[in-house]
């Protein structure tokens, strides 16, 4: 059964996607979003969707409109969608709803933050999606302290998503383009970070023109089963591929198995 994707407005949804995403943060009795805000939100037509199956709420996103360098572009800030075999697919499904309602208003640009720790995340980003990552932001949030990510502190990626890009449009017909990772160790690419046998970060140096960085396959669950380890994680990361963005280098994808792959804009 595939769920129906509407804009919400009534305060009921509201107390409804609140208590959704507080379920998806492990903060229950503490939205991220407060119906309150939702409802003061809506009424001044930024975008807010909710997913639905039959009756019951499953999903959900939010954006608002903002100016950035003197371009209207969307920031999408939250989305969330339980779990279960019913959801599988959605969050692609929500974005493509998001894209088309800023289509439909011409607004061209979309932006959101995402951990760049989390490898599905980077995948469904930069692959799935056809978006791109233009910055590393340090510790952008402070210290989090919801149930996913509580005690982290909070890099994340700038997300910069073109919706009427020729990438955009081939990912929402489902024709996306992986880069191929594996290929590039092949051809005696440069690895900046790597998971060693023992799960820890192994560090390198390169400044080829085209690197690749690996992330750990499963970050949130290492939070909480080795929190030195995670926060080490965090720390390499930060050197290997903040610091290589930082230095010039451009993401041009993720694949599925956890790499990153980079490229000089200037060699």
């Known amino acids: 059964m595939s769920a129906e994707i ?19 943060w492990g903060s229950p009795g503490e939205p991220p979003m407060s119906p309150d805000l939702l409802t003061a939100m809506a009424h001044s037509g930024t975008y807010i969707a909710g997913a639905f199956a039959g009756d019951a709420m499953i999903g959900g996103l939010v954006g608002w409109l903002g100016v950035r360098f003197g371009e209207l572009l969307m920031h999408s800030h939250i989305l969330g969608v339980l779990p279960g075999d019913q959801t599988r ?19 061209k640009v979309m ?18 999606l056809g978006a791109e990552a233009h910055e590393y932001l340090v510790n952008f949030y402070g210290e989090m302290h919801d149930g996913i990510n509580a005690g982290e502190e ?7 998503w073109s919706l009427d890009s020729e990438k955009a449009e081939r990912a929402a017909a489902g024709d996306a383009f992986e880069v191929d990772a594996e290929s590039l160790r092949r051809w005696a690419t440069d690895a900046i970070l790597t998971v060693d046998p023992a799960g820890e970060p192994a560090m390198g140096t390169s400044r080829a023109r085209v690197l690749i960085c690996q992330v750990p396959e499963d970050i949130v669950a290492m939070r909480s089963s080795d929190p030195a380890r995670a926060r080490r994680w965090r720390l390499a990361l930060r050197d290997a591929l903040g610091g290589a963005m930082g230095r010039g280098y451009r993401v041009k994808g993720a694949t599925r198995s956890g790499w990153y792959v980079l490229e000089s804009a200037s060699q």
């Open 6 to 24: 509407r804009e919400l407005t009534h305060r009921e949804e509201f107390i409804g996607l609140g208590a959704l995403f507080a379920e998806v």
């Open 89 to 107: 697919g959605l969050g692609f499904d929500l974005k493509q709803h998001q894209r088309r309602w800023c289509l439909e208003r011409g607004v």
């Open 111 to 128: 932006e959101w933050t995402t951990d760049p720790l989390v490898r599905r995340n980077a995948y469904f980003n930069l692959t799935k």
């Open 154 to 160: 909070s890099d994340r990626l700038l997300i910069r």
